[in-house]
């Protein structure tokens, strides 16, 4: 229905760049809303919540209009600057690429299910608290560290890296680009900003082959309007999430997202338990 669609478009916007992972939301949400009862069904909604992230995609189009602009000049040579963001980008997704293709059916075989991605909330948000401890007893501060125009392609190869472990759902792509961004050297700030860059040409991939691949079939099985609807849903809901993380971890550390991380994980557990979901 419409009003799911909606609800699938918030939920993927709200979650998509921060580090509490989108698809572990949206099986989530699926399931809850009932969507998954039969096969056709559900692999026209998993393709569907991928589709839908050409919302999240635009959002960060929008409100970083003046990166994507400079990396389109660097591209045609006219912008150096630019030409070295869209290189690091680039090397960042090869890794992503190659093991998303091998391993497509084996990852949705065997981690796509609620138990795996429970068990990746948790240890993310373990991870997370980790990480914020060390933060305030260190004083660091999210612009302490190197900019975005300072990462080269051997420190975006190690982000690209850490970022296919995010194909297990439920460990958050924006989660292991933050952390790996920090991890050689950016500041907190400009780890988020790459995290939100490489989204975009991430997502943009797999946006583009799941439509490809799973139109036709997500057109027959929920119609045209339904994903319009949820793009634009999604578009609203991540505009808003980015500008709210972007402010918020000026100011504090990332521990909010790890309890969040850990309470969701203890409520699924119960909900499972009780076969509720």
């Given amino acids: 229905s419409i009003a799911d669609a909606v609800i699938l478009g918030i939920v993927e916007g709200l979650t998509e760049y921060l580090p509490v992972s989108s698809t572990g939301h949206l099986l989530l949400a699926t399931e809850a809303l009932g969507l998954t009862d039969t096969e056709a069904e559900k692999a026209a909604v998993d393709a569907y ?3 839908i992230q050409f919302g999240a995609i635009v959002a960060v189009v929008v409100l970083y209009r003046r990166r994507v602009w400079d990396m389109l000049r660097g591209i045609a040579g006219r912008d150096p600057a ?11 997704v090869i890794p992503a690429v190659i093991i998303g293709v091998l391993g497509e059916r084996l990852l949705k075989d065997h981690l796509f299910h609620l138990w795996p991605i429970t068990v990746a909330w948790l240890a993310g948000g373990l991870v997370i608290l980790v990480v914020a401890r060390h933060d305030v007893r260190a004083g660091h501060d999210s612009n302490a560290g190197d ?3 300072d990462l080269t392609v051997r420190r975006a ?3 690209g890296l850490l970022q296919c472990v995010a194909m297990w759902p439920g460990v ?13 050297g950016l500041s907190t700030q400009a780890a988020v900003e790459y995290s939100f860059l490489l989204g975009l040409v991430t997502l943009t ?5 799941e439509t490809v691949k799973e139109g036709g079939a997500i057109v027959a099985t929920l119609g045209s309007a339904a994903p319009a609807v949820g793009m634009v849903a999604a578009f609203v809901a991540a505009a808003l999430s980015i500008k709210w993380m972007v402010g918020y971890l000026g100011r504090h550390t990332l521990a909010v997202f790890g309890w969040y991380r850990i309470g969701l ?3 699924v557990v119960a909900l499972l338990v009780a076969k509720v979901v």
């Fill in 172 to 184: 958050s792509r924006s989660l292991v680009t933050i952390l790996g961004g920090r991890l050689v």
């Fill in 157 to 159: 190869v190690v982000v």
């Fill in 82 to 92: 630019g030409r070295r963001l869209a290189v690091a980008l680039i090397a960042s």
């Fill in 205 to 209: 991939g797999a946006s583009l082959y």
């Fill in 265 to 267: 994980a203890a409520v």
């Fill in 49 to 51: 919540v991928i589709v």
């Fill in 147 to 149: 900019r975005l125009e």
